[in-house]
């Protein structure tokens, strides 16, 4: 079972955020940058139907900075074969990544190419089908269970409300959700183990999608919190506050 | 023309709530765009008379599809659908409901049509005759806008966002000749489909509880609080209680749970956590009850009441009751 998994080094779900002074890019001062919490789901899998098959290669791909070096060798550590690190100037428009990956990815042979659902800095949610429709191929997002028997997939991708099961014959493309598995974390040995493992790296020209960022802004600010009072008592003023002042019951 | 595609999302022959707000949205771009609305409804035999009410929100043509192969989610048909109708009317833009399915079908879409895709759109216009949206990134922490350079705009709009409007469209309804062949990617099924409870993403009124609430049968007093606030309430819920096994996945708000902007949110026993106030910190009112007067989640609340929630819930829950009782 041959695997490929796109992977993407983002802030740390517990950064905080500020624009930078240019109003187009975040200030990266003091904040820690992980591997996608979701893309690690998907690295799981892959390694798990590397095991399971007992063969195959779980290669890892990447588009950004040289510090993303560090985020493959993460995933090496995990477990995955081999990397590849694309050179390129990320932006907040999914279309020119998912291009430059199908190009990449087109000539290699694969069973199952893998993403996270989500990449927690742009939260396009777009990548995986992207790629999927570029390379003709099936496609499930938002997956929390894979099975796959003889080169056939049944997933279960989460919707409103439940679950939707989704079949297609490999290769195909999977988008992972929390739950489809637990993420080893690498060994010690593992870390070794990755410092020799094949890394390949190359520059890229990402393609211009079209979508032209205008300005970077924090989040709109809230109002005044108020406390309304303390315990059981303050529920009548709370329910007045509610119908009359902002009027939503 | 600039016509603006709205895609209208329907499951078992009703419109979903979003699709009347997407249909509305894409009446107001097409109204600054000087163009028509276009909207597809793709779904089983008998959901043309769900789709034809889609007039009433500005619709001018209704395009619609019965076909038993699309009783479910058809992937394969609905990105040949949109192409081919796209193409058609050479659009301006194509408004998408950022719902699981809409998402989805968004991406396929953007992949297809080689376009740009701004997801889980807030605002949406027009400037000097492009397209332009905000959508919130870095989980909410920040807000982007873009300036669409190539048409057709694609567009995922986030749900409980964007107003309905009551508006009439020209409502011509038309079919699609669509002949389902074989799919690449096959959508066989769904579960847990019989919910009694709107979805914490339609919900006017989320009710969200935490691990302040101690157990899992304790929510039985969340369960009579949406029960009281009515039919357009439903329960949320901090990963915690989650994780802890307490409360389905479903229900999770937050970064790696569901982004929700109701217009009444309750927390209750939520501390506010960082990646929980990115799941819900643009509801239009935030309610906290929390134990802890230093608790985080104070921050965020327009009002907020430091208490027991063991004594503030029932006592809510009777209040709200005695209101609607005297027709409130
Ligand atoms: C990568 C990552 C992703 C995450 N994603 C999410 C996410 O999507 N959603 C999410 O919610 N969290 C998420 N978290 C977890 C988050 O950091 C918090 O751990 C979690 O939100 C805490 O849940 P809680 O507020 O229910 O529990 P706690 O933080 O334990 O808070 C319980 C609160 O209840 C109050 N309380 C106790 N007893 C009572 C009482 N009787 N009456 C009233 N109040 C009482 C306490 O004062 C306290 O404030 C994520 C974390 C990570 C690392
Ligand atoms: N720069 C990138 N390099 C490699 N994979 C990426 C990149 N950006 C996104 N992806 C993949 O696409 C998924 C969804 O990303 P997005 O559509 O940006 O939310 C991520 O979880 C990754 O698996």
Redesign the interface.
């Known amino acids: 079972m041959n695997s490929i998994v796109c992977i993407k080094r983002v ?1 740390d ?5 500020r ?1 930078a002074a240019d109003g187009e890019s ?1 200030d990266p001062s003091g904040v820690k940058f992980d591997m996608n ?1 979701y893309d690690k789901y998907a690295i799981e899998e892959a390694l798990q139907r590397r095991e399971a098959a007992g063969e195959g290669q779980v290669t890892v791909v990447t588009i950004g900075g040289d510090d993303a070096r560090e985020t493959l060798r993460q995933a090496l550590a995990m477990g995955a074969d081999e990397a590849v690190l694309l050179r390129a100037d990320v932006s ?4 020119p990544i ?2 430059a990956l199908a190009d990449e990815i087109r000539d290699r042979p694969f069973d199952l190419l893998l993403f996270g659902k989500q990449a ?15 390379l ?7 997956v ?1 269970s894979l099975e796959i028997d003889e080169g056939h997939v049944t997933a ?13 014959d490999l290769p ?1 493309v999977v988008a992972a959700q ?2 489809l598995n637990e993420p080893r974390y690498p060994s010690l040995k593992g870390i070794m183990a990755a410092k020799k493992k094949p890394l390949e790296e190359k520059d890229v020209e990402l393609v211009d ?12 600010s ?2 005044e ?8 008592e ?3 003023e ?2 007045r ?3 009359q002042e ?1 009027k ?2 | 023309m600039a016509d603006v595609i709205a895609y209208a999302e329907t499951r078992d022959g009703t419109l979903r709530p979003v699709a009347r707000e997407t249909v509305s949205a894409a009446r107001a771009l097409a109204d600054e765009l000087g163009g028509r609305v276009v909207a597809v409804a793709l779904d089983g035999p008998g959901s043309a008379d769900a789709a034809r009410e889609l007039a009433r929100f500005g619709a001018d043509r209704i395009l619609t599809a019965e076909h038993p192969a699309l009783t ?2 058809h ?1 394969d048909a609905a ?1 040949q659908a949109i192409e081919s109708t796209a193409e058609a009317s050479t659009a301006a833009a194509i408004v998408f409901p950022a ?3 809409g ?2 079908l ?7 049509l ?7 759109v807030t605002e949406l216009g027009v400037e000097d005759g492009s397209v ?1 949206v905000t ?16 048409t057709p705009a694609l567009i995922s709009i986030r749900p409980n966002v964007f107003p309905v409007v009551e508006q009439q469209g020209d409502g011509v309804v038309e079919t699609l000749d669509i002949q389902p062949g074989e799919a ?10 019989a ?1 009694e409870r709107l ?1 914490v ?2 919900a006017d ?1 989320v009710v969200a509880g935490g691990r302040g609430l101690q157990a899992p049968e304790n929510w039985e007093m969340m369960d009579d609080l949406v029960d009281a606030l009515g039919p357009q309430a439903t329960l949320g819920a901090s990963r915690a209680v989650v994780d802890a096994g307490w409360r389905p ?2 229900e999770q708000v937050g ?2 749970g569901k982004v929700v902007s109701p ?2 949110y309750f927390a209750i026993g939520i501390s506010g956590a ?2 929980h106030l ?1 799941g819900m ?1 643009t509801a ?4 906290a009850v929390n134990k802890d ?1 230093e608790a985080p989640i ?11 929630a063991f ?2 819930v ?3 829950t009777e ?2 009751r005695t ?1 609607r009782d005297s027709g ?1």
């Open positions: 802030p779900s517990e950064a905080r955020i624009v975040i919490e907040l428009d999914g279309l998912a291009r927690i800095d742009d939260d396009g949610m777009q990548v995986p089908a992207m790629v999927s429709e570029l003709g191929l099936p496609c499930a997002t938002v929390v279960r991708r989460e919707i409103e409300g439940g679950h939707e099961v989704v079949e297609f195909g929390k739950g999608g079209g979508l032209e960022l205008v300005e970077l802004s924090g989040p709109p809230r109002p919190p108020e406390i309304v009072g303390e315990g059981a303050a529920v009548p709370l329910v506050r509610l119908r902002v939503v019951l | 479910n989610y992937p990105v719902s699981a399915r998402k989805d968004s991406a396929r879409v953007a992949g297809r080689n376009r740009s895709l701004a997801t889980e332009v959508r919130p990134v870095y989980a909410g922490k920040a807000y982007a806008k873009f300036r669409f350079r190539a690449r990617t096959k959508v066989t099924g769904t579960e847990g489909g919910r979805d993403r339609e009124i996945h479903g970064q790696t217009s009444l960082i990646q990115a910190q239009n009112v935030i309610v007067p104070f921050g965020v609340a327009n009002y907020g009441i430091v208490g027991d004594e503030v029932p006592r809510l209040e709200i209101l409130g």
